[in-house]
């Protein structure tokens, strides 16, 4: 029994900042791999940043330098730091995290940002 829970998303204009949040709770044993994805309306779900137990961090070409991504393993929870927003990153945020040797999804957090 895992639970992820994000939050932080809303309304932006162009060019601000939002801080999103995911934190799993249950019995977990170890979470390793971090994720965050997002789906725009009428196109596939993509990854946009990824964050290894090590800290090791990879970007979607569309996000790097605007967006991090870290971790923290004593409250496992993992953040996405979104500055210098475009209106092209509307789209809900998901979480996803292998906890326990599973795969594990957010609900989602929609995310808009106006022009």
């Known amino acids: 029994q895992v639970q992820l829970v994000e939050s932080g998303g809303g309304l932006v204009q162009a060019g601000g900042s939002l801080r999103l949040s995911c934190a799993a709770s249950?019995?977990?044993?170890?979470?390793?791999?971090m994720r965050w994805y997002r789906q725009a309306p009428g196109k596939q779900r993509e990854l946009v940043a990824t964050?290894?137990?090590?800290?090791?961090?990879v970007y979607a070409d569309s996000v790097k330098g605007r967006f991090t991504i870290s971790r923290d393993n004593a409250i496992n929870t993992v953040y996405l730091q979104m500055n210098s927003l475009k209106p092209e990153d509307t789209a809900v945020y998901y979480c996803k995290l292998v906890v326990n040797w599973s795969d594990y999804w957010g609900q989602g957090t929609q995310v808009t940002v106006s022009s």
């Open positions: 964050i290894t137990r090590g800290g090791s961090t």
């Open positions: 249950g019995s977990i044993f170890s979470i390793n791999t």
